[in-house]
């Protein structure tokens, strides 16, 4: 399952690094349960809300803070259905 999320310079000040950084750990930790591909994008046009993370055509905003639920409650879910 692919999941981008936006580089670009609002989502960037909005600290998509941190949700990269935490992202890319979990990722790493559940890698023989799901197939997950992460990868950078640049504007989605939804800068206000907060780090713009797609999922195919759903696009969802995202704080640092609550990246690690975010990581558990939808990418992680959404990879297990993908597998099935």
């Known amino acids: 399952m692919k999941v981008q999320i936006c580089i670009g310079s609002s989502c960037h000040v909005r600290g998509s690094k941190q949700v990269i950084e935490t992202l890319m750990k979990l990722t790493k930790e559940h890698e023989k349960e799901v197939e997950i591909e992460l990868s950078g994008s640049f504007c989605m046009g939804a ?33 297990q259905n993908a597998g099935n």
Not at 61 to 76: S, Y
């Open 47 to 79: 800068c206000s809300k907060g780090v713009s993370i797609r999922i195919g055509e759903q696009i969802y905003h995202v704080k640092p803070e609550d990246a690690e639920d975010f990581f558990h409650e939808v990418i992680l879910k959404e990879a």
